[in-house]
C-alpha cells in the first residue's frame, strides 16, 4: 500500500529544490561551494524518498505495475540521478533546476492516470535487466532532449546580442560534447532494449514478438540516433542540427512508449 505522503513530499522537495538552485545561479554572484554541496545532499535525499514511493507503488509482492503513471515517475527518478552525478562533473546552469521542476509535477501523475494491472512475468532476472536497461535509455534521451532545446534557446539569445549571465547559462562547447555523450550510451542501451526485445521476446514477455506501432518507432527513433551518432563522426555535425534531430528522436520515443501506454490504459481503459 502506498503512503500517499510520499507523492506529495517528493513533488514539494524538487519544487522547492529546483526553484531554489534556480534563483541561486540566476544571481550575478558565484554559488558558494558549501551551499552546492547541501543542495546535492538534499537532492539525494529527495531522490531516496522518490525511490521508497516507486518502490511501494511498483513493486506488488513478486509482480510488478507498470502504468503509464509509474513508468513515467520511475524515467523521472532516474533522470534526476543521472543528472545528479553528471553535474558534479559539469556545470550546467538552468537545466538541473528545470529537471527538478519538471519532476515535482511528473511525480503527482500516477495519482491522475490510472494503475494498470501487476504482470506475471516480472519476476524473471531478464525481464528486470531488460526493463532497467531500456529505463536508463529513455532517461538518458530525456536529459538529452531537454539539453537540447536548452542549446536552442541559448543560440538563439547569442544570434541576437544577447548577453548570458554565466551561473545561469551553461557553455555551448561542453553542453554540445556532454549531448553527444548521452546520445551514445543511450543508443548502446537502446540497441541492447531493441536486440533483447526482438531475439528473446518469449522469455522476457512470454509470448512472441508482435511488430506493432510500438516496434516501429523505437526502430525509427535507433535509426534517427544512428544517423546522428554517424553525422557527428562523419560530418563533424554539432549545434542545432543535431539539436533538432536529438529531439525528433526522443519524440520518436515518446510516441513508442508514452503514446501507447496513454492510448491503451487512458482512452481504451485497457491495460
Do not use: C
Not at 48 to 60: K, Y
Amino acid at each position: 500500500m502506498v503512503d500517499v505522503r510520499l507523492y506529495f513530499i517528493t513533488a514539494a522537495l524538487y519544487l522547492l529544490l529546483g526553484f531554489g538552485m534556480f534563483r541561486l545561479r540566476s544571481r550575478a554572484t558565484a554559488v558558494p561551494i558549501l551551499l552546492e554541496h547541501l543542495l546535492q545532499a538534499l537532492i539525494l535525499g529527495a531522490l531516496v524518498i522518490h525511490g521508497l514511493l516507486l518502490q511501494q507503488a511498483i513493486f506488488v509482492g513478486d509482480q510488478l505495475d507498470l502504468s503509464l503513471g509509474h513508468a513515467v515517475s520511475l524515467i523521472a527518478a532516474i533522470t534526476v540521478a543521472m543528472y545528479w552525478l553528471v553535474s558534479f562533473r559539469h556545470r550546467m546552469g538552468v537545466l538541473q533546476p528545470l529537471i527538478l521542476m519538471l519532476s515535482a509535477a511528473v511525480v503527482l501523475v500516477p495519482l491522475v492516470l490510472p494503475s494498470d494491472k501487476p504482470v506475471s512475468y516480472s519476476g524473471l532476472l531478464a525481464f528486470k535487466v531488460h526493463l532497467v536497461v531500456s529505463l536508463m535509455a529513455y532517461s538518458l534521451f530525456a536529459i538529452a532532449a531537454l539539453q537540447a532545446i536548452l542549446m536552442g534557446v541559448i543560440e538563439r539569445r547569442l544570434h541576437n546580442h544577447q548577453v548570458l549571465q554565466a551561473g545561469l547559462w551553461p557553455s555551448l562547447v561542453a553542453m554540445d560534447s556532454l549531448l553527444f555523450q548521452m546520445i551514445l550510451v543511450g543508443f548502446l542501451l537502446l540497441t541492447a532494449t531493441l536486440a533483447s526485445g526482438v531475439f528473446f521476446s518469449e522469455e522476457l514477455f512470454g509470448k512472441p514478438l508482435v511488430f506493432n506501432h510500438k516496434v516501429l518507432f523505437s526502430f525509427i527513433a535507433w535509426f534517427i540516433y544512428a544517423g546522428l551518432l554517424a553525422g557527428r563522426h562523419i560530418w563533424g555535425l554539432r549545434g542545432r542540427r543535431a539539436a533538432r534531430w536529438a529531439l525528433v528522436g526522443f519524440a520518436m520515443l515518446l510516441v513508442a512508449y508514452v503514446g501507447s501506454k496513454f492510448v491503451l490504459e487512458v482512452i481504451l481503459h485497457r491495460s
